[in-house]
């Protein structure tokens, strides 16, 4: 599917990491941008910078509300037809710690975020694209994001695991309800990217991460995972897949 001057992307997540990164690339590439993130992120700094065709909504991926108004935001500026999910935690936590069982409340969360997050943003940018006139055959393109730990769970991460196997799931689904809407429907399943998310870590951390990784044997960078989410926008054969990106990396249980 083309990006048009008509063209409005919404990302969800995207005032950091991944997501910032597929902000960056989409309106460089012409379309208008939604950014969507909480109040709290560095979202209002991210559009000022871009200037035009780019607009932050602060919601929070739970909230129908908040998701709604950010659809509506990008129907304002044209035709919502790129939807991508990258509102995400990492919380670890073993099922059975020193403390005892892992507390429902912290499992719950994860689930909410990543899981029921991702689906209130696909479910209400999809209704919206569902009015928009093909182009190239297509309505929309929603890009979701998965994790190889859906694939490759370690220890401490059962619940991330969990909520980003249900991502996996959901994808062909997905893809298969929306066909007849002329909607895609495809999840990216990142490797270890240079993100927040691993900001924190020491170098020997990182530089073991890295070796983790057969070839390139370094960490990802956000690019090219934006790359990748251009690329599915581009190619209409895509659809209901799960396209892991991670340097051929399988992970450990540690």
């Known amino acids: 599917m083309q990006i048009t001057d008509q063209t409005v992307a919404l990302v969800s997540g995207g005032a950091s990491g991944l997501g910032e990164a597929t902000v960056r690339r989409l309106h460089a ?7 969507l993130d909480l109040s709290s992120s560095r979202g209002a700094e991210l ?4 200037g035009g065709r780019a607009r932050f909504v602060a919601a929070d991926v739970r909230s129908e509300e908040q998701v709604g ?4 935001a990008a129907g304002e500026l044209g035709e919502l037809r790129i939807a991508v999910t990258c509102a995400g935690i990492g919380t670890p936590g073993r099922i059975v710690g020193r403390r005892g069982p ?14 029921i997050g991702t689906f209130n943003v696909l479910r209400l940018a999809a209704a919206a694209m569902t009015v928009n006139e093909q182009v190239d055959g297509d ?8 994790s190889i730990a859906a694939f490759d769970g370690q220890v401490g991460q059962a619940a991330y695991a969990a909520s980003k196997g249900g991502v996996v799931g959901l994808t062909l689904a997905a893809a298969r309800d ?9 999840t990216i399943a990142p490797g270890t990217f240079a993100t927040p998310m691993l900001a924190g870590l020491p170098d020997e951390a990182t530089a073991a991460l890295e070796a983790q990784v057969p070839h390139p044997s370094r960490l990802g960078q956000p690019s090219e995972y934006a790359s990748l ?17 991670d340097g051929a990396l399988r992970m450990p249980p540690r």
Do not use: W, Y
């Open 178 to 186: 929306l066909a007849d809407k002329q909607v895609r429907v495809v």
């Open 69 to 72: 108004a950010a659809v509506d």
């Open 29 to 35: 590439d012409g379309a208008s941008v939604v950014v």
């Open 47 to 50: 559009v000022a910078e871009l």
């Open 229 to 245: 989410v251009r690329h599915i926008v581009d190619n209409p054969m895509l659809n209901g897949e799960v396209v892991r990106l």
């Open 102 to 115: 892992l507390p429902l409340a912290d499992f719950q969360r994860v689930v909410e975020i990543n899981l």
């Open 139 to 146: 309505r929309g393109v929603c890009v979701l994001t998965a």
